[in-house]
């Protein structure tokens, strides 16, 4: 297992649109396990491969306090959603960025798992968000640009200094 680093936003790779996973193997199982370790690390709660910049459809999540249950979604597939409900969010790849973001409240999805079994699941309140959120991630979109064009413009003239100041010293 190894920790991988994180793409930063504005990071032009966490645009790229994630490819299907052809067939999980022992080199996708390397990489599930890798992404656990980085996410558990960083800390998180959940990663898209696109983060750590392996441009395929896998994303794992825990979201329990104990950090005890990873759940791992190859190829994931949202086949219904209903409601909405507004959630504050963050990103391992926009470091020390929260806001309130607009998402369905409840989400039945599809997916393999790390043997590659096919899965579905229904979902509500954190973990409906975090698929989402991670999900996003697989189409190469980042949460802040769901904001106010505003909000956004902020975000990415703050991140934009904070490299600077990261370069500088």
Not at 28 to 49: F, N, V
Request: hydrophobic residues 40%.
């Amino acid at each position: 297992m190894a920790i991988r680093p994180i793409l930063i936003y504005p990071d032009p790779r966490l645009h790229t649109v994630a490819s299907k996973v052809s067939g999980v193997n022992d080199e996708i199982r390397q990489l599930i396990e890798d992404m656990a370790e980085t996410m558990y690390a960083a800390p998180g709660i959940g990663l898209a491969a696109i983060q750590v910049n392996e441009p395929l459809q896998i994303i794992v999540i825990d979201v329990t306090p104990e950090k005890t249950h990873l759940q791992v979604f190859i190829n994931p597939q949202i086949l219904e959603a209903e409601g909405e409900e507004e959630c504050e969010e963050g990103c391992l790849s926009v470091p020390g960025i929260y806001d309130w973001v607009k998402r369905a409240k409840k989400i039945r999805v599809t997916a393999l798992n790390k043997e590659g079994e096919t899965f579905e699941i229904i979902a509500e309140g954190m973990m409906a968000v975090c698929i989402q959120h991670e999900m996003d991630h697989l189409l190469g979109r980042v949460f802040v640009e769901k904001l106010s064009r505003l909000k956004h413009q902020r975000i990415l003239t703050k991140l934009k200094k904070r490299q600077r100041e990261k370069q500088g010293s």
